[in-house]
Nanobody, 119 residues
Framework: QVQLVESGGGLVQPGGSLRLSCAAS????????MGWYRQAPGKQRELVAT???????NYVDSVKGRFTISRDNAKNTVYLQMNSLKPEDTAAYYC?????????????WGQGTQVTVSS
């Protein structure tokens, strides 16, 4: 099994910054794509940013230029640096990890961390 430990959410004023972290662990797993999704109340979960194992990144249009995804492969950790936060960024943020083991691809979700942008 893979365990994901998220941290870094909280309350921030508009224009502020937060950094989310997600550390993955699991014996025998090779982590491939790692990313972040978010879900606001009454809305569907949406992709925020992903980072493939080859280093390609992808962002939803609404966060381009403000959010940066990065990863430390030695620590199996993915980060989301969020700058210039807006009230519409308020949501529960979920880490998403895809991992190979014995020829099979698995997908795992973190427990979620709340980000609230409000004055």
């Amino acid at each position: 099994q893979v365990q994901l430990v998220e941290s870094g959410g909280g309350l921030v004023q508009p224009g502020g910054s937060l950094r989310l972290s997600c550390a993955a662990s699991g014996n025998g797993f090779a982590f491939t794509a790692m990313g972040w999704y978010r879900q606001a109340p009454g809305k569907q979960r949406e992709l925020v940013a992903t980072d493939t194992s080859a280093g390609r990144t992808n962002y939803v249009d609404s966060v381009k230029g403000r959010f940066t995804i990065s990863r430390d492969n030695a620590k199996n950790t993915v980060y989301l640096q969020m700058n210039s936060l807006k009230p519409e960024d308020t949501a529960a943020y979920y880490c998403n990890v895809k991992a190979f083991r014995l020829g099979f691809l698995y997908e795992y979700w973190g427990q979620g961390t709340q980000v609230t942008v409000s004055s």
